[in-house]
């Protein structure tokens, strides 16, 4: 940073009309915290601290927020915490999503208004990290992620459990009555038992891996679990990261390029990860008007093995991920692929830090390219009269199967609905149907819930039926799997296709030709648009903040963010 720049406690002045007032107001009340005049001096990193009681895995947060703090003194700098909104998964009504764009708006500005020459972000449940990332682009300070890490895993009569995935492998189980009510009681103990993030390739450990492969994060760290003292020594070398980019400032919009983008879904394909990450991944590039484009993510996908073995695709846990050699290992394996002229935060290039990296690497769990756990990419977009927008399919933690076939649909009109009929045994459904939800998408009154993991039928389940076909405008968890699509744009509530779906309809799906076709003829089609009515209370009627969503929330292939939070012109 130039030494003719404001810095520390001089940046954006509370305006008095007096400037040399507003430093000496400022400076007199920070004394009041107990700073010498000789501290107050000094460059500062703000550390926007995500920590909650409504977060589980943010637990650890107090003790991580006190090694940051070390690395920036270390580093020369004053550390000064300040507090964002935190979003925990599921403690949240109706959905995270909701309030992501929220917490974003939180981060971007009180990066900018508050006095700070670089920041830290401290996040990982799974709507924080691209929340911080959103809102650090367009601020656009120096600023470098840390992520809370996983959670280790527990134990279940000899067999090992790990937060989520494992949670809905024996919910099913329970629904068909495989286990009983005083065994779902004591697995459900010992599911998640530390602090951190889910144990597996779910939304939180993607995205910790989309931020090291951006360049925002230290590398190396993406997969250190929450409990282990790497865990610390990295908070405490990202403070010190932080400390060194006053002096050497490298800003969000020269890390997250087009270049860094597509890298990322390279490693999003590599890693069989979660299908949030499209939409958090296509919000965090718009805030710098880079797009995303669902036709290259197809591109990419055919080009791009599944190399990690771990749930909800293989049967590992991001423990073993990283002793297996993490982010690194995946990233030298896929080399090739990569744009190896990106800038990351340490001021290194991702070709400079490949070749620095010759880092172990565990086959069990890390294939080689030449031994690819799927020849092609984890994740694939579907399109055709349903989506003319598109939809996602997790291709890696379906039944293949089921991916050229058609079907009768067994339609559900909302979440209510859905909950109300699922397990009627009157309902009219049979394995080859296609369980369609409707209006759970991001205008719908659930906003986007994680909800397009349709339960199978109580009727189906306890004959033994695993996986269907199941389509929605809604999204899924990372840690579920089976045939789902995903994110189906645009959405039912604004009158998309999927609105228009009834009873009985016949829906074909070829992942092959990536379609997915409504077999309805296009006049009775346009009858149905002419009659259809939105459900959605309209935001004149809202107030607050959700009135703000109502008005501005976009479709899913633009990321789900708000149109106003965009480059302006972009």
């Avoid at 954006?12 to 000496?24: A, C, E, K, M, R």
């Avoid at 951006?214 to 010190?240: W, Y």
């Avoid at 579920?480 to 994110?487: C, E, K, Q, R, Y």
């Avoid at 379609?515 to 003829?521: A, C, G, N, P, W």
Wanted: glycine share 10%.
């Amino acid at each position: 940073m130039s030494q003719d720049q404001p810095q520390g406690l001089a940046r954006g002045l509370t305006n008095y009309g007096d400037p040399d007032f507003s430093v000496y107001l400022r400076r007199s009340f920070a004394a009041s915290m107990g700073y010498s005049q000789e501290v107050l001096k000094k460059p500062i990193v703000g550390i926007a601290n995500s920590f909650s009681g409504f977060n589980n895995c943010h637990r650890h947060f107090p003790e991580l927020l006190e090694a940051v703090k070390r690395g920036v003194l270390l580093g020369g700098g004053l550390p000064i915490e300040f507090p964002t909104i935190s979003l925990g998964e599921v403690f949240l009504s109706p959905t995270s999503l909701k309030f992501r764009n929220l917490m974003a708006i939180d981060t971007e500005e009180m990066i900018r208004a508050q006095p700070m020459d670089a920041v830290v972000l401290m996040g990982g449940c799974d709507k924080t990290v691209p929340a911080q990332l959103m809102g650090a682009a367009s601020a656009d300070l120096p600023a470098i992620q840390l992520v809370a890490g996983p959670m280790m895993t527990s134990r279940h009569e000899g067999e090992r459990l790990g937060a989520c995935t494992d949670c809905r492998r024996f919910w099913g189980k329970f629904r068909a009555g495989e286990i009983n009510k005083a065994q779902i009681d004591d697995i459900e103990g010992r599911l998640a038992t530390t602090a951190g993030t889910c144990a597996v390739m779910g939304t939180a450990s993607t995205m910790a891996c989309i931020a090291e492969t951006l360049g925002m994060m230290l590398p190396g760290t993406a997969a250190i679990p929450a409990v282990h003292a790497d865990r610390l020594r990295a908070a405490e070398a990202t403070g010190m990261a932080a400390a060194r980019m006053i002096h050497n400032p490298i800003r969000p919009s020269q890390v997250i390029t087009e270049k860094s983008v597509e890298n990322a879904l390279r490693v999003l394909l590599a890693v069989g990860g979660s299908t949030n990450a499209i939409i958090h991944l296509t919000a965090v590039a718009g805030r710098l008007g880079i797009k995303v484009s669902l036709e290259r993510l197809n591109q990419l996908s055919d080009e791009t093995p599944v190399l990690v073995n771990l749930k909800p695709v293989g049967q590992h846990y991001m423990e073993d991920f990283f002793f297996a050699g993490g982010i690194g290992a995946v990233l030298r394996e896929i080399r090739p692929l990569l744009h190896l002229d990106c800038l990351t935060v340490t001021g290194e290039t991702l070709g400079d830090r490949l070749d620095a990296d010759t880092g172990r690497i565990d086959r069990n769990v890390i294939a080689s390219v030449n031994n690819a756990e799927e020849p092609e990419g984890g994740l694939v977009a579907l399109f055709g009269n349903l989506a003319p927008r598109g939809a996602i399919l997790k291709r890696s933690a379906a039944d293949r199967s089921l991916f050229e076939k058609e079907g009768r649909a067994v339609v559900f009109t909302s979440l209510a609905d859905l909950s109300a009929r699922i397990d009627d045994p009157d309902l009219d459904v049979t394995e080859d149907d296609f369980l369609v939800l409707q209006n759970a998408g991001p205008r719908s009154a659930s906003g986007m819930p994680e909800a397009g993991y349709l339960p199978i039928p109580k009727k189906l389940s306890s004959k033994g039926v695993k996986d269907m076909v199941r389509i929605s405008d809604a999204r899924m968890s990372g840690t579920a799997f089976g045939t789902i699509v995903l994110h189906v744009a645009p959405e039912a509530a604004v009158g998309g296709p999927l609105a228009l779906v009834r009873n009985g309809d016949r829906i074909r799906i070829s992942v092959r030709n990536r379609e997915i076709e409504l077999l309805v003829d296009e006049a009775e089609l346009e009858a149905r648009r002419k009659a259809f009515t939105p459900d959605v209370v309209p935001p004149e009627k809202r107030r607050g903040y959700d009135r703000l969503y109502a008005e501005q929330v976009l479709q899913a292939d633009e990321g789900c963010d708000f149109d106003m939070l965009r480059p302006v012109g972009g």
